[in-house]
């Protein structure tokens, strides 16, 4: 083993921690009752789309996710300018 391949490593055990701690803590959230399901749900819709598309795709998980990347760039670029349009039209 060289170094690149523990400093890959341990860069993915980080992520899969951070994932871990974020679920954990939006399930905390929900206990509490200072989340509701809205919110939490919305953190499904990358999850949702990449099914979605890798499915669509003939499960090819690297064009699922550029697809997704993709899509949700996208969405993002809509919605700025919705809410750009509802904050100069007041609406």
Do not use: E, H, Y
């Not at 749900?41 to 998980?61: N, S």
């Not at 550029?66 to 039209?89: E, N, P, Q, S």
């Amino acid at each position: 083993m060289n170094i690149v391949s523990i400093c890959v490593g341990l860069a993915g055990l980080m992520i899969v921690g951070g994932v871990i701690a974020m679920i954990l803590s939006g399930i905390k959230g929900v206990a509490q009752g200072k989340q509701d399901f809205k919110r939490i749900g919305m953190m499904l819709i990358p999850v949702i789309v990449f099914a979605i598309t890798f499915f669509a795709l003939d499960q090819d998980a690297v064009k699922a996710a550029v697809m997704t990347a993709g899509f949700m760039m996208g969405a993002m670029v809509i919605t700025i300018a919705l809410t750009g349009l509802r904050g100069t039209f007041k609406f």
